[in-house]
């Protein structure tokens, strides 16, 4: 596998933190929890599944788990902070705001 870089790296991180979210509200237990999330976090790395929003809001869509994508994208958005850390500590406003814009682009 190739080397990753430091910003694929923070989204396996992110999407990693948002398969366990999303596995929690599929009422997936233990092992089936962690191999749900370890599959949305690989799924960054595949060039054909890389909508991470879509799989989630298609997963909840077939579960029956109501759950917008707005409140969706705020989850995704605090675990990109808390990837994005260094030593435990939140990403900074830098982070923050870089997200914003591209969220404020995305809905162009």
């Keep these: ?60 869509r077939v579960a029956g788990v109501v759950q917008s994508d707005d409140e969706i994208r705020q989850v995704m958005t605090e675990f990109w902070l808390r990837a994005s850390s260094r030593d435990g500590k939140r990403g900074d406003a830098r982070d923050a705001a870089t997200v914003q814009i591209a969220r404020n682009l995305m809905a162009r």
């Design 1 to 60: 596998m190739a080397r990753l870089n430091e910003e694929s790296m923070r989204m396996v991180r992110r999407n990693k933190l948002l398969g366990m979210w999303a596995a929690e509200r599929l009422g997936l237990p233990g092992e089936s929890a962690e191999a749900y999330s370890k599959d949305v976090a690989l799924s960054t790395l595949d060039v054909g599944r890389s909508d991470v929003l879509s799989k989630i809001r298609e997963d909840f």
